[in-house]
C-alpha cells in the first residue's frame, strides 16, 4: 500500500532525505536525531556536502523529487538556491541541509547539537 502524505513520519522522510542525497552522489552525510532533545525545532537534521554549486542544486532537487516521489509532500520552506552555498529544505519534522564543504565547516551545525544522536552514512 502506498503511503500519503498524512501517513509519512519523520523517520520515512529522514529516510527520503538520505536516499535522495546518495542519488546525486552526496557526501559526508550525517543524521542528527533531534527527538529527545527539549525545545528541538525538529525530529532530525540531515546534513550532506556538495563539491560544486551544481552538485549542490542537484542533491536539493533529487531530494524534492525522492519525497515527493514517495508521499506527494513538497518542502514548508526553502531556502539557499540563489547563493548555491548552502541549501536547506524543510520538511517540518525533518531538515535537509546540502552545504559547500567549506561552509558546512565554517557553520559546523554537528557541533551545534552535540547532545543529538548522530548516525553518519557512509559514502557510496
Known amino acids: 500500500m502506498k503511503e500519503t502524505k498524512a501517513e509519512a513520519n519523520s523517520d520515512i522522510l529522514a529516510e527520503l532525505v538520505v536516499k535522495g542525497m546518495q542519488e546525486k552522489k552526496a557526501s559526508n552525510i550525517v543524521v542528527l536525531n533531534l527527538k529527545s532533545?527539549?525545545?528541538?525545532?525538529?525530529?532530525?537534521?540531515?546534513i550532506a556536502s556538495a563539491s560544486s554549486d551544481s552538485q549542490l542544486d542537484a542533491i536539493a532537487s533529487s531530494i524534492e523529487e525522492e519525497i515527493f516521489k514517495a508521499v506527494r509532500q513538497n518542502?514548508?520552506?526553502?531556502?539557499?538556491?540563489?547563493?548555491?552555498?548552502?541549501?536547506?529544505?524543510d520538511?517540518?519534522?525533518?531538515?535537509?541541509?546540502?552545504?559547500?564543504?567549506?561552509?558546512?565547516?565554517?557553520?559546523?551545525l554537528e557541533?551545534?547539537?552535540?547532545?543529538?544522536?548522530?548516525?553518519?552514512?557512509?559514502d557510496a
Open 37 to 46: 532533545l527539549k525545545n528541538a525545532v525538529s525530529d532530525y537534521f540531515v
Open 75 to 89: 518542502p514548508w520552506q526553502s531556502e539557499g538556491r540563489t547563493n548555491k552555498e548552502w541549501v536547506l529544505l
Open 91 to 108: 520538511y517540518v519534522d525533518v531538515v535537509a541541509h546540502v552545504f559547500l564543504k567549506d561552509k558546512r565547516e565554517f557553520y559546523a
Open 111 to 122: 557541533e551545534l547539537w552535540g547532545d543529538a544522536g548522530i548516525k553518519r552514512i557512509e
